[in-house]
């Protein structure tokens, strides 16, 4: 999923790739730790396979967090 800020888009996957101001009901917002990326694309899911082998799921999370010292 993407969202531009500049058109305020989500970007999305649902059969093929959708773009709407609003989620559908059965999409969450962070439910794997964000990433933010600067794209001068019209349409950053173009290079969705990079940015899903770059970024997987879980890549956003601190690491070690409950970690004790």
Request: proline residues 7%; glycine residues 12%; positive net charge.
């Given at each position: 999923?993407?969202f531009d800020?500049?058109?305020r888009?989500?970007?999305y996957?649902?059969?093929?790739?959708?773009?709407?101001?609003r989620?559908?009901?059965n999409?969450?917002?962070?439910?794997?730790?964000?990433?933010?990326?600067?794209?001068?694309?019209?349409?950053p899911?173009r290079?969705?396979?990079?940015?899903r082998?770059s970024?997987?799921?879980?890549?956003?999370?601190?690491?070690?967090?409950?970690k004790?010292?």
């Open positions: 999923m993407y800020l500049d058109r888009l989500y970007f996957l649902d059969g093929g790739w959708r773009a709407s101001t989620l559908p009901g999409l969450r917002v962070g439910l794997y730790g964000p990433v933010t990326l600067e794209m001068d694309l019209a349409e899911y290079r969705y396979d990079e940015h082998h970024y997987p799921p879980g890549h956003g999370k601190k690491k070690n967090k409950h004790k010292w």
